[in-house]
């Protein structure tokens, strides 16, 4: 465990020199790890292998915290990425913009987590923590502990689970209000709030032509 503090120090002050922004040196891994597992990635939440789908869970917490106690709310956001990315594609199939999916994505999730789409074979089957000190450009240092959950599930009760949920959530009527909030908040933004000088949509069309 020393000796790779010290390799991260030595290679941390090779770069020193061409390094403009903060640096990030590795002091301490889960069972004295050489690298960090593949799948332990923050720019990749879900993806499916030999017919399991996975999701990661990732939080950074203070360098002094206790991996253990950490490990439960990482654990938690990886059981809970199978919803996010139910909504996700929600979004999709309804147009929703990136814009507007932070300020009515947790109102959707909500409801995903209320209706509980049936996971049962859905667990968490990997871990993985390191401790790191970052130094910024400035010169000013602090230590940060990140922890990462590996939760899979087949991937057929996964889709089957997506599709039950898609279903119900067109269905709601809590649902179908938020999406009519952005379908407005998305024509105000296009047509700045004036309405008239837009072409009227198909269906506006087809019921006046009745």
């Known amino acids: 465990m020393k000796s790779m503090y010290l390799v991260s120090v030595a290679l941390a002050a090779l770069a020193s020199g061409c390094a403009s922004g903060p640096r990030v040196l590795v002091l301490e891994r889960a069972d004295d790890l050489k690298e960090?597992?593949?799948?332990?990635?923050?720019t990749r939440s879900n993806?499916?292998?030999?017919?399991?789908?996975?999701?990661?869970?990732?939080?950074?917490v203070p360098g002094d915290s206790s991996p253990s106690a950490a490990f439960n709310m990482s654990d938690e956001k990886a059981l809970s990425e199978p919803g996010r990315s139910m909504v996700s594609d929600f979004f999709d199939q309804n147009s929703v913009g990136e814009d507007l999916r932070a300020a009515t994505g947790q109102r959707v999730l909500a409801s995903v987590r209320k209706a509980r789409a049936p996971m049962p074979s859905l667990q968490v089957t990997g871990r993985y923590w390191e401790r790191v000190q970052?130094?910024?450009?400035?010169g000013s240092e602090r230590s940060e502990l990140r922890i990462y959950s590996l939760?899979?599930?087949?991937?057929g009760e996964y889709?089957?689970?997506k599709q039950e949920m898609l279903r119900k959530l067109r269905g709601d009527p809590e649902i179908k209000g938020i999406l009519s909030e952005v379908t407005?908040?998305?024509r105000?933004?296009?047509?700045?709030?004036?309405?008239?000088s837009r072409?009227?949509?198909a269906a506006e069309t087809a019921e006046a032509a009745q």
């Not at 970052?134 to 400035?138: A, F, G, L, N, R």
């Not at 105000?188 to 008239?196: K, Q, T, W």
């Open 184 to 186: 407005k908040k998305q």
């Open 159 to 161: 889709s089957s689970a």
């Open 188 to 196: 105000d933004a296009a047509f700045g709030g004036n309405e008239g």
């Open 134 to 138: 970052i130094v910024e450009s400035s």
């Open 47 to 60: 993806y499916s292998s030999g017919g399991n789908t996975f999701f990661v869970g990732y939080i950074s």
């Open 36 to 42: 960090r597992p593949s799948w332990a990635s923050t």
């Open 199 to 201: 072409a009227p949509a």
């Open 151 to 155: 939760a899979e599930v087949p991937t």
